[in-house]
């Protein structure tokens, strides 16, 4: 593997290609070719509409708006901030030779936080990761590696689709789309200690659990080994914790899984049922990656 992370240019079209399809195209009947684009209409339509459905949707939609940002003083002296209250991050602004991170100024423990990223194009590479992480947290590296997660101060999920805590990978979601540009939704639930992500307006399920033992300080956290990164905080959220969040807290530390619930044969209300359903994940255990598929991951095969 080079020293200098760049990603792969894709090959342009031949002129003889471009000029077939333009001759493809110019076959087409009026009739046809106004039929689809009322169809293309249509669908754009349908994309707009199911895109402001999902921000009206989104995690603590009811929360306070949360008008944290990155710190100056926890990151890599690869990290330059820019834009309105320093909310963007630019990783690697020249080359780059190893791994840069940037801890964000919002402490999260005991409290309901979310925030989103828009990640630019620029997506290759070792190891782009988002989550979070102590003061002990590692923010930079003379190598390119998984740095959030490599050790216990640390929570992350890489753009491989591989969840990393204590050095430990495991298979979370589908490697994102390298080159393409996505959003990343990161909820993190101090009262249920968990950790949940979203891409793209989809919930990915839970990722981390136990998280309301930490002691110390959590922080959000991002970092990359890809040349010119950019991350934008786009959105960020907070909500008050009531006494009634704090009881199904403690309900739910002994009833974990909806057939428990289930099985209590109360006579419950439904909004409550309702309630107390909207923290049970029922996901399969995640597999933990193998020495082949991490040589894999590390060498883009």
């Not at 907070?238 to 002994?254: G, P, S, T």
Request: aromatic residues 8%.
């Amino acid at each position: 593997m080079s020293d200098i992370e760049a990603p792969l240019q894709a090959q342009p079209q031949s002129q003889s290609q471009n000029s077939r399809r333009r001759r493809h195209i110019g076959r087409r009947s009026g009739h046809h070719y106004e039929g689809n684009k009322q169809q293309q209409q249509h669908q754009q339509q349908q994309q707009q509409t199911q895109s402001l459905h999902d921000q009206h949707q989104g995690p603590l939609e009811h929360g306070l708006e949360d008008n944290w940002t990155w710190s100056k003083r926890y990151r890599s002296k690869e990290v330059v901030l820019s834009g309105p209250n320093s909310r963007t991050v630019h990783f690697h602004p020249n080359w780059s030779k190893g791994t840069a991170g940037v801890q964000g100024k919002r402490p999260l423990n005991n409290g309901r936080y979310y925030w989103e990223l828009h990640v630019s194009q620029r997506v290759f590479g070792t190891s782009i990761m988002f989550g979070i992480g102590t003061r002990q947290a590692r923010l930079h590296a003379n190598a390119f590696r998984n740095m959030l997660g490599e050790n216990e101060h640390g929570w992350g999920l890489s753009h491989k689709g591989v969840l990393w805590h204590k050095g430990v990978a495991l298979l979370y979601t589908k490697r994102f789309r390298e080159n393409h540009p996505t959003q990343i939704g990161v909820l993190f639930d101090g009262i249920e200690g968990t950790l949940t992500y979203y891409k793209d307006g989809k919930c990915l399920g839970i990722a981390f659990r136990g998280l309301e033992k930490v002691q110390e300080p959590l922080y959000p956290i991002v970092c990359s080994t890809a040349a010119k990164t950019e991350m934008t905080l786009k959105c960020t959220r907070r909500e008050f914790v009531n006494l009634q969040d704090r009881c199904r807290a403690v309900i739910m530390q002994r009833v974990r899984t909806a057939a428990a619930l289930e099985q209590l044969n109360l006579p419950l209300p439904l909004p409550i049922i309702d309630y107390l359903s909207e923290v049970i994940d029922d996901m399969e255990p995640l597999r933990q990656v193998t020495a082949v598929e991490m040589y894999k991951f590390d060498y883009d095969l």
